[in-house]
């Protein structure tokens, strides 16, 4: 998310900003991710607020719950206005993907990224495939997208 796009007086917005700064208390932090969840007005509002709620789950299927919800909410905002972290909610997709074990999915979803020029410009996919495959639990994704 770019900082142009957010704005601080989008109570969803504002109850993140909050619960970012309580991370330090995981509890109190989710309490206002869920929050803010609730608050939630249009697929804009949802993919922020599902975001900050797949960071705050026990286990990697919640996490992957949420991290889905969060790219199917931004994929339906219109005008391109989530297009500035579509990116990011994918790469995060991919990692709950690999997390729960199914890297067929997670590569799919690095592959969604990696097709979007504001991700391939950012350098941002060697790193991911880097983090992934330096996982000991995880085995190297074979990701097969290309990035012009």
């Known amino acids: 998310m770019t900082p142009e796009m957010i704005d601080p007086t989008n109570p969803v917005v504002a109850l993140c900003a909050e619960g970012m700064a309580a991370e330090g208390t995981p509890a109190e932090a989710r309490r206002l991710f869920e929050r803010a969840w609730e608050a939630r007005r249009d697929d804009y509002d949802a993919a922020i607020a599902a975001h900050f709620l797949a960071r ?3 286990n990697a299927a919640d996490t992957l719950h949420w991290n889905a919800l969060a790219v199917r909410h931004a994929e339906a905002v ?5 297009a500035g972290f579509l990116a990011s909610l994918y ?6 993907h690999a997390s729960a074990g ?3 999915a997670a590569a799919a979803a690095v592959a969604a990224t990696a097709n979007s020029s ?4 950012t350098g ?3 790193v ?3 983090a992934t495959s ?3 639990s995880n085995k190297r994704l074979k990701l097969s997208a290309r990035v012009d």
């Open 56 to 58: 705050h789950q026990p």
């Open 78 to 82: 219109p005008g391109g206005r989530a």
């Open 91 to 96: 790469l995060n997709l991919g990692d709950a």
């Open 102 to 104: 199914d890297h067929g």
């Open 118 to 121: 504001r991700w391939a410009s």
């Open 124 to 126: 941002l996919l060697s």
């Open 128 to 130: 991911w495939r880097r």
């Open 134 to 136: 330096t996982r000991p």
